[in-house]
Every structure is written in C-alpha cells, then in structure tokens.
C-alpha cells in the first residue's frame, strides 16, 4: 500500500543468516542475525509480513497470503533456516526480493488496501510497506 521510496538502502540484509521464522494467524516472521553492538549484545534484524510472501525453491513456489487458516503454506520457509540473504531488491511498487545462499528466493508483495511488511533494522529503526 505504501510502496518503497526509491533512495531506499537496503543493503543491511546482506550477509545477514536467518536463525528463524515464526508463523502466527496473519503473520509471518523472518529473524536474521543483526550487527553486533558490543561484545556479546546483538541486534536483530527481522521482516515481518502481514500480507503476501512467496518463496522460490528449486523451481517449486510456495505463496502464503496472510490466510489465518493456512499457516503450513509457510512451512516452506523454515527451508531457509541457517541461509544468508545474498542479495536484495526493492522496487517501487513494494515488492521486496531476497536472494539467498542457498539458491532459494523470497519475494515479498505489497497489496493495495493493506499494510504489507515491516523491516526492522536493529537499533536504526524501521520500514513500513
């Protein structure tokens, strides 16, 4: 709904390891590593979907779309667990791409009428699409 500016820096993803995902009615959460902050103290970096995700793996594409009633059809993503993101897109219109080490794709829509996402940063703060 609210699409992504275009001067958006989204390159904190990078590098970043999912160490896990949590699948509620109309939520779906990817936690990533974060930066360290000091010793021993680590920011998280997550992305939290309300809307439309569909992952891409091995020519197989799992879509969930916010249906409360379909949490397995995320199940998919738990593939992706011990993965690093090794590239990121964000367009425009609010679809957000994450490509990573294991091949796999994660692409994220935005749909008029709805909140779509947040991305926390860490202690940087956050994005909402």
Known sequence: MYGLKPDVDLSFFVGRELTSVEVAPFNVQLNFDGPVLSPGVQSLVSLS????????????????????????????????????????????????????????????????GYEAYQIHNGDKGGVIV
């Not at 964000?90 to 294991?102: A, C, I, K, Q, V």
């Open 49 to 112: 979907v309300q809307n439309q995700i569909e992952h891409s793996s091995k020519g197989v594409v799992n879509e969930w779309d916010g249906d409360e009633n379909m949490p397995l059809s995320a199940a998919s993503l738990l593939g992706l667990l011990g993965s690093s993101v090794v590239s990121v897109q964000g367009d425009p219109d609010g679809t957000l791409t994450l490509e990573f080490s294991n091949g796999d794709v994660v692409m994220v829509f935005d749909r008029e």
